[in-house]
């Protein structure tokens, strides 16, 4: 059965930088993609970041956040830099096999999702 498991959500400052993982089992996890979501409070939850063959930003975060991937630990990063407030959030990983989606960027396409790690972020 797939499971996946975020950790390291904490609260840090405006400015800060925290790094979120992603740890994978019971599937071929460089088979998949992997994205990063997450949900504030009264908000749509919206796709954050996601690696496949190559990686996926949403505007909000180009620049500031980092995906990466480490195939022989089943896991996947995000690391999160010049944090601002509104990145306070349920951040949370998911997964879709890569013969489900034509992309990793289609942020619909994820089937099986984590449990999340909070982050927030104070001014």
């Known amino acids: 059965q797939v499971q996946l498991v975020e950790s390291g959500g904490d609260s840090v400052q405006a400015g800060g930088s925290l790094r979120l993982s992603c740890t994978g089992s019971?599937?071929?996890?460089?088979?998949?993609?992997i994205g990063w979501f997450r949900q504030a409070p009264g908000k749509e939850r919206e796709g954050v970041a996601a690696s496949g063959t190559f990686t996926y930003y949403a505007d909000s975060v180009q620049g500031r956040f980092t995906i990466s991937r480490d195939n022989a630990k089943n896991t996947v990063y995000l690391q999160m830099n010049s944090l601002k407030p509104e990145d306070t959030a349920m951040y949370y990983c998911?997964?879709?096999?890569?013969?489900?989606?034509?992309?990793?960027?289609?942020?619909?396409?994820?089937?099986?999702w984590g449990q999340g790690t909070q982050v927030t972020v104070s001014s």
């Open positions: 019971g599937y071929t996890f460089n088979n998949h993609c």
């Open positions: 998911a997964a879709v096999w890569r013969g489900l989606t034509a992309s990793c960027g289609s942020w619909s396409q994820y089937k099986t």
